[in-house]
């Protein structure tokens, strides 16, 4: 790859520097904020050499490139942008800056949920092996080896709310320490064990606010939200009581009232509040799933990868935590797991179907990728851009999500989905291998049904009667149709001295640039004004509109096939503005190179004046 160029032409096609706000790279792709996203030129960026994807997530643009070049290019692309380097952080920040409110409240849910995955895939994998080991073996459940895991596998969700506490005051830039107590006081022995109260005689209340109304002493184990808004409060107090406190005393009055304050306020506003409203949101998905006939559980699989297309995702992490915490099952798993595969399968089925090799290369990756539970390569590269394999991937989402609503598959965890799934569904296993199965089956089958490659443009057809006849196999044909002139006439010294190669040149009467020949685009520049094809004759031809056009950065020039492609005679390359070109004082005359006659005996001129586009042009040999 040449990764300067490479760069070059990502800068050109997102508008320029001046629409960069900044710039950083993962392991896979670049990540840009861009100023205004009307300037960027999509199709033209996914074309480029090198870039196997493009999309936009949380308010980034995100290019995929490849572990082991985007940091080559995007060295050359800082270098060409003439911008500074930034942290993954930094753009992280400039996007959230831009983005919607709800989009950024969704955004903070995932950075609160995410880091916490671990502790719950851990206690989730050892409770799924328990389980099914006790189902081998049920005598196991009586011994003390199992008592002992299963005290580590219940510890992440005994204690979850201070997990999350920790984790939402490093996010809300509080203490991290003054989180965790917060966490604790919502669990506190002193409280009865919210998992008891169904089974409890009486609940132990307590009269708050001055005798105004009684709560109940109840702890908060299975709820996620009220913990949440809790440590946002803290860490809201605790910053303004930084600013105001006097330096020498700040380290014992700040964590004093901020823990004597919020936590009040949790017991005795925030907790019974929010758990209601958490309670409601948790039962109406709950509903939904368990809608008779799977109906509800098809609708959240068909709907699952357009809201990963949204960037609002990440509130899922919230909710699967909230489920297990509460009854132990994450039933939204499974249902994840059949959106994901399905877009999978959609973006195999896409790389069998389409005659784009370059395409090909992008898909089959970005499938196998979805299978393991990474879907944007397959969603944002593939199957979004070309919609149909996207609206097969939903279908078997939506079919996937049904089974699952029908046999009431669940897991013992979250953030893991696809074929890493298999170990958090130990309990449903042969349910959760066909749910894959069926979301598999159903989007790949759509998406072989529904798919065909874009027919070419309907104006790459030459109709001129016999025109398109074959070429010898010393024959080129022309590319276009006008004047047929000697090369030594073109008004370039380097054309006109055969610095490049042999040829010939056409004052071109339309603007309709074809091949001459079954071939290879080896190389299509960035302008547009210049393509390079690789001939089955061994021919390297070089067609060049006009003169010094590269000065013109694209503008008048439409192309219609892209680095890589095979075309067939006939095909249309480029088409371009005759009239504008010739306004901005530019000279249209084309030569037509051959750029390795080393190759042949001879490269001759066999036209002169009038030609029709694909009417012989040039000789190879004597």
């Known amino acids: 790859m040449d990764y300067k160029k490479t760069a070059s032409e990502i800068l050109s096609s997102i508008g320029g520097s001046e629409n960069i706000a900044s710039a950083a790279h993962c392991a896979t792709r670049l990540r840009l904020v861009i100023a205004d996203n009307s300037r960027i030129s999509k199709d033209v960026l996914e074309n480029i050499d090198g870039v196997k994807g493009v999309f936009e997530s949380a308010g980034q643009l995100q290019i995929i490139i490849g ?10 692309f800082i270098k060409e942008a003439g911008i500074s380097a930034a942290s993954k952080d930094d753009v992280k920040k400039a996007a959230a800056s831009k983005a919607p409110w709800y989009k950024r409240a969704i955004k903070t849910l995932g950075d609160i949920f995410v880091p916490i995955i671990p502790a719950i895939v851990a206690s989730g994998l050892l409770m799924g092996l328990l389980e099914g080991f006790t189902n081998l073996f049920p005598s196991l459940a009586e011994s003390d080896t199992y008592t002992i895991f299963h005290l580590f596998s219940n510890a992440a969700f005994t204690f979850l709310p201070v997990l999350i506490a920790i984790s939402a005051a490093r996010v809300f830039g509080g203490n991290m320490f003054l989180g965790a107590v917060i966490g604790m006081i919502m669990i506190h022995p002193d409280l009865m064990n919210a998992w008891n109260v169904a089974g409890a005689d009486s609940i132990p209340t307590a009269s708050v606010w001055f005798g105004a109304y009684d709560i109940n002493l109840v702890g908060y184990q299975g709820h996620v939200i009220p913990v949440v808004i809790a440590v ?119 790389s069998l179907k389409t005659r784009d090799r370059k395409q090909k290369s992008i898909a089959l990756p970005a499938s196998l990728s979805a299978f393991l539970g990474i879907t944007e390569p397959a969603i944002f590269g593939v199957n979004l851009r070309f919609f149909k394999p996207f609206i097969a991937g939903c279908i078997g989402g939506a079919a996937g999500g049904l089974i699952s609503g029908l046999l009431h598959v669940g897991a013992t965890a979250y953030g893991i989905t696809g074929v890493f799934g298999i170990l958090i569904t130990t309990s449903n296993l042969v349910q959760y291998l066909l749910v894959m199965a069926v979301a598999f089956a159903v989007a790949f089958i759509v998406t072989m049904i529904i798919y065909r490659d874009k027919p070419k443009d309907s104006s790459a057809a030459v109709p001129a009667a016999g025109s398109a006849a074959p070429a010898a196999e010393n024959e080129i044909l022309s590319p276009l149709a006008g004047t047929a002139i000697a090369l030594s006439d073109v008004p370039d010294p380097t054309f006109a001295q055969g610095v490049l190669g042999q040829g010939a040149a056409v004052e071109p009467s339309d603007g309709k640039v074809y091949a001459p020949a079954d071939a290879e685009v080896s190389t299509l520049f960035d302008t547009k004004h210049a393509i390079g094809l690789t001939l089955k004759n061994g021919a390297e031809l070089l067609i060049h509109i006009g003169i010094n056009t590269v000065d013109l950065n694209g503008e008048g020039f439409t192309a219609h096939v892209s680095d890589g492609d095979s075309v067939k005679q006939g095909d249309l390359l480029i088409s371009f503005d005759k ?11 084309t030569p037509v190179i051959v750029t390795n006659p080393e190759d042949f005996d001879a490269v001759s001129m066999t036209a002169s004046g009038k030609i029709s586009a694909l009417a012989p042009l040039l000789k190879l040999g004597v």
């Open 579 to 589: 009239d504008f070109i010739t306004k901005k004082g530019f000279k249209t005359v």
């Open 67 to 76: 572990t082991g070049t985007v940091n080559k290019v995007y060295d050359e």
């Open 232 to 350: 946002w409060f803290m860490s809201f107090i605790e910053k303004r009581l930084h600013k105001i406190v006097p330096e020498m005393i700040d380290l014992f009055v700040t964590p004093l009232v901020t823990v004597l304050i919020t936590g009040y306020l949790t017991l005795t506003v925030f907790g019974p509040v929010f758990s209601l409203l958490e309670n409601g949101i948790f039962s109406a998905v709950k509903m939904l799933i368990a809608v008779p006939g799977g109906i509800g559980a098809a609708l959240c699989g068909a709907i699952y990868a357009p809201t990963v297309v949204a960037g609002i995702h990440h509130m899922y992490n919230a909710l699967e935590a909230g489920l297990l915490s509460a009854d132990g099952v994450n039933i939204w798993m499974p249902i994840a797991t059949a959106a994901n595969v399905a877009q999978g399968a959609a973006a195999l089925a896409f």
